[in-house]
């Protein structure tokens, strides 16, 4: 491939990159945010795999076997961890608007700003060399695809140097959407959304070259591991030889699941641009499954690669471009090329946004503080071009610095050595987070003394060795040891032997910095400030934010012209404006121009500072507008107390109210249904008394006459009393239905089950009524299904509703009744229907009202009691059915009954 | 109280898979055999990485543990 075909890929990639940028920000800009999801975040947390998973990790495979998977073996173990450990650190860090890890120290610590100092110092030394590598990964990643054949030949001129063109560019990238906002609190999406789409490309290249190699330079795994059994170096691949191995890879793994918390980048990707604490429950799982799957063909590649290239000089960690350029593959190529570009590149992009951020917030500012403080001069009219230009060159700075490193110092070394002692400096600030984020006694003098004696160790064990081959200290002091005393050889510190260079250095490093942390911190007081943060950071799920924003330790005042100038020389005008037009809203407060800001007001403004300048700056600055006294210790504690306390109150407060609006809303449903029973009992009532009275007054009248008109005949007196007769049965009828009804309503009617043949039950029907069909000359008709199964049901209470409904068809029907049965689906359907003149559809569901036709006088004169129906409905829902009418194309109504096949027996009280 | 559970599971989760990869159960698992071609180590990684995200699977983004201590309280 030419030159010039790389360089237009490159550029290409570059564009597509910038392109997903700024769409992002235009999609948060219209707030419709596209990484506010819990795929992107898992997929961002795989920032995590840079050019040494994508090229050293198969060099690491051919050298030492399995070992060099425990690198990604930490972050699986420690991922269920996020959930105690992120989620703390982020809800810490959004509280109290932190911006990276050295804020994070320095905050917890009493927003000290010596460990700000040391913590960025530390990152910016020990992750220099780690970005390095990522640029050698490109450059000599670019050597190998423009050379005709597939060995590396070195030859260097910056200017002619594709690598430092493509430094210049990723810069441009980094500064365009990693430095636009003063406030770093501020999510960068475009860049977020840059990182999730390169975490995609590194890993679908990464799969695509793994399966090419294994499916078809081999045939399969089975055959790629079979012919490595033939290679040399074969036992130390397959099998772990060397017990010593075992400790190299428990150290392995204990760095990695201390570098996916600690290093810069995943400090920035996890805990600054995190959208919200739920997406670590996706990421918790996702992201280790990300790293399972870049992971498989690692070993097919490495071996496969060791049988292709064997005996012939080719490093091992360029396996995966030697391999589909030594197949011919031109497409595979470009790819590969362009999944390493992106791996290196996400590495380098939010390593130096993280550290351009740390060195602007923790070492121009508070030098630019100590500047003006002596100097007298005014500077803080520029401080927010200050803030952001500084930001802007320490991104070139450092890429230019890792630039030379890569080109002097780095091509001696693989990619993997490199980036593990990046791995065991920032292992250094585990003791002063972990502890610090459980243990209150943990303070300021402990974290500095120990983070710089860490510091000093892994210097002395780790780059000294380094410094020694590139060449730059003479090997003596490997040999004979520091000031040629021989306990103090870098490489056997104290005598100590038999471990791997990085274990060696990670255990010293580790002893020294945890012994000193915690020693100290058990024999050393802590300011009010470190007791109040330490409270803070301890104890964040108890406190609220309100009760964050709420507390404050200093009783500090402050005019408000001061404050809000304070604001608008770091954060520019119209976001301070937005910003207290919120905080105003909030709280329910005026912020006239000319009044005091309270203490709760300054430590808002303090807050709002700490996001863009670090809160150790944003300290001293606010402490340079505002009168304050100092609390003492106690006071602070009461003021904390009182706060958690309040927050416990509160909750059990909601928590009671809340249980008493639920029992109100309780009675106030119970209450309604009581009332809507009275009045339907008192309704009934009425109408039953209205329907005796009416059989009564006529079996009065008739009694009466013939009790006043003793001579009446005979014929025309048996009239009377046969009118009585069948007023009187009128009402004894009506009697036993109200009672009936009552009954089956109250639920104290047993059903007496027994099994009913269906079809019998409707002949018989008909038998009862033929009586009456012959008096109106109606006809009958039966559709009536065969070989129904036996319907399971009280024989008495159907065979009413049957009746019911039947002699209610022969009132209305003109000349047919048509009577059909059908089982289907467990469910039996009876329908009846007459071709009278049918029931208006409003009225469907209100015939089945107790007294409904009594209560509809004006329609027709009442046959019947009108209980009949209301009657009829109940005995089917005692069978668990339905009842409903339909109402027939031309005319007629159609009632349908359907009940199901088995009823639960007693389900009814 | 539900939260402290979860985060008691997550954290014995943790533990004991960072014993089951390393040091005696590492060793015992380094041999000379393979598993459809694959050498003992990396079988036994592999299967036991792949448990080890279902689990966590399992108690962080399931409600499988979630419905189960409703019914405890």
């Known amino acids: 491939m030419s030159n010039i075909t790389v360089i237009l890929w490159s550029v290409l990639y570059l564009i597509i990159l910038f392109g997903i940028g700024y769409y992002a920000e235009f999609r948060s800009a219209a707030n419709r945010s596209i990484i506010n999801n819990p795929y992107i975040y898992a997929l961002s947390l795989a920032v995590y795999c840079t050019a040494w998973t994508f090229f050293g990790s198969i060099g690491r495979a051919t050298t030492t076997g399995v070992e060099y998977l425990y690198i990604y073996l930490g972050p699986a173990i420690m991922a269920p961890l996020f959930w105690i450990l992120l989620r703390k650190i982020i809800r810490i860090s959004k509280t109290q608007r932190i911006t990276s890890i050295a804020d994070f120290i320095s905050t917890r610590y009493g927003k000290n700003i010596s460990l700000g100092v040391i913590v960025t110092l530390l990152s910016v030394i020990g992750i220099i060399p780690y970005i390095a590598i990522q640029l050698k990964a490109i450059s000599s990643s670019i050597e190998i695809v423009t050379s005709t054949t597939h060995v590396i030949q070195h030859s260097f001129n910056v200017f002619s140097d594709n690598t430092f063109y493509i430094a210049i560019g990723l810069s441009a990238f980094v500064i365009l959407f990693g430095t636009r906002s003063v406030d770093a609190t501020e999510k960068h999406e475009g860049l977020v959304a840059a990182i999730a789409f390169e975490s995609i490309i590194k890993i679908v290249a990464f799969t695509i070259v793994g399966i090419f190699v294994t499916f078809f330079l081999f045939n399969g795994f089975g055959e790629v591991l079979k012919r490595s059994a033939d290679l040399p170096s074969f036992q130390k691949l397959f099998v772990v030889q060397d017990n010593k191995m075992y400790i190299q890879m428990f150290s392995m793994m204990m760095l990695s699941m201390l570098a996916v918390l600690f290093l810069p980048r995943q400090f920035q990707i996890s805990v600054v641009e995190n959208m919200q604490e739920q997406h670590l429950n996706k990421a918790m799982w996702l992201f280790p499954l990300y790293l399972l799957v870049i992971n498989l063909f690692v070993v097919p590649i490495a071996f496969g690669g060791s049988i292709i290239f064997n005996g012939q000089n080719i490093n091992a960690d360029t396996f995966i471009l030697a391999l589909p350029m030594y197949a011919h593959q031109p497409w595979l190529v470009t790819m590969v090329y362009i999944g390493g570009f992106s791996a290196a590149s996400s590495m380098i992009i939010v390593e130096t946004i993280a550290l351009s951020t740390m060195i602007s917030n923790h070492i121009v500012m508070p030098l630019l503080l100590f500047l003006s403080s002596i100097t007298k001069l005014n500077f803080e009219k520029y401080f927010r071009l200050i803030v952001i230009s500084s930001r802007r060159i320490s991104i070139v700075v450092i890429i230019l610095m890792a630039y030379l490193y890569d080109r002097t110092v780095a091509e001696k070394y693989s990619l993997v050595s490199i980036g593990l002692v990046s791995f065991t400096a920032v292992a250094q600030f585990a003791p002063a987070v972990i502890l610090g984020l459980y243990w209150k006694e943990a303070n300021k003098n402990a974290a500095l003394i120990a983070i710089l004696v860490g510091f000093v160790v892994w210097f002395f064990t780790l780059v000294v060795p380094y410094i020694v081959g590139a060449g730059f200290l003479s090997s003596e002091i490997l040999n004979e040891g520091l000031f040629g005393l021989h306990f103090l050889k870098p490489l056997e510190l104290f005598g100590m032997t038999g471990f791997d260079t990085i274990t060696h250095g990670f255990f010293w490093s580790m002893f020294f910095n945890t012994v000193f942390f915690v020693g100290i911190s058990l024999f050393s007081k802590r300011t009010t400030e470190e007791i109040y943060q330490a409270e803070m950071f301890v104890d964040i799920f108890k406190h609220s934010v309100q009760s964050a924003e709420g507390s404050i330790i200093r009783k500090g005042t402050a005019f408000i012209p001061d404050i809000t100038s304070l604001l608008y020389n770091f954060i520019g005008k119209p976001r301070t404006d937005y910003l207290l037009a919120g905080y105003a809203r909030r709280h329910k407060v005026n912020l006239t121009q000319s009044g005091k800001a309270d203490p709760m007001l300054v430590s808002f403004a303090e807050r709002v500072l700490a996001g863009a300048i670090g809160s150790a700056s944003a300290r001293i600055m606010v402490k340079n507008v505002v009168k304050e006294e100092e609390l003492s210790i106690d006071e602070v504690l009461k003021i904390l107390r009182e706060s958690q306390l309040m927050k416990e109150t509160n909750k059990e407060l909601r928590r009671k109210s809340l249980e008493l609006s639920k029992a109100t809303e309780e009675l106030r449903i119970a209450n309604q249904q009581l009332k809507v029973i009275d009045e339907m009992k008192d309704e009934f009532l009425y109408t039953v008394t209205h329907e005796l009275r009416t059989p009564l007054t006529s079996i009065r009248a008739l009694s009466e006459i013939v009790h006043d008109n003793p001579e009446i005949p005979d014929p025309e007196k048996n009239i009377y009393l046969e009118s009585i007769i069948k007023e009187t049965e009128r009402l004894s009828h009506l009697i036993t239905q109200v009672l009936n009804l009552e009954r089956y309503e109250s639920g104290r009617t047993q059903l007496n089950l027994s099994g009913i043949e269906l079809g019998a039950l409707l002949y018989d029907i008909e038998d009862s009524a033929r009586q009456l069909l012959k008096e109106k000359g109606l006809q009958i008709h039966f559709n009536i299904q065969t070989l129904m199964p036996l319907l399971e049901g009280d024989i008495d209470l159907l065979t009413q509703v049957f009746y019911n409904l039947t002699s209610n068809a022969i009132k209305h029907a003109k000349k047919n009744i048509q009577v059909e049965a059908n089982y289907q689906d467990n469910i039996y359907r009876i329908s009846i229907k007459d071709d009278g003149i049918g029931i208006p559809s409003e009225l469907h569901e209100l015939v089945f009202d107790k007294f409904f036709q009594a209560k509809n006088q004006t329609l027709k004169k009442p046959e019947g009691s009108g209980l009949g129906l209301a009657i009829c409905k109940r005995i089917v829902e005692m069978h668990q059915g339905k009842i409903w009418i339909e109402n027939l194309e031309n005319s007629g109504a159609n009632f349908i009954v359907e009940i199901p096949h088995t009823i639960l027996t007693n389900k009814f009280e | ?73």
Request: proline residues 3%; aromatic residues 20%; without cysteine.
């Open chain 2, 1 to 73: 109280m539900k939260e402290k559970l979860k985060e008691q599971r997550l954290l014995f989760l943790s533990i004991l898979f960072m014993m089951l990869f390393s040091f005696p159960f590492a060793k015992m698992m380094n041999g000379t055999f393979t598993i459809l071609g694959v050498p003992q180590i990396y079988f036994y990684i592999f299967v036991l990485w792949l448990i080890l995200i279902f689990l966590t699977w399992l108690i962080a983004d399931t409600r499988l543990f979630k419905n189960k201590k409703k019914k405890d309280e």
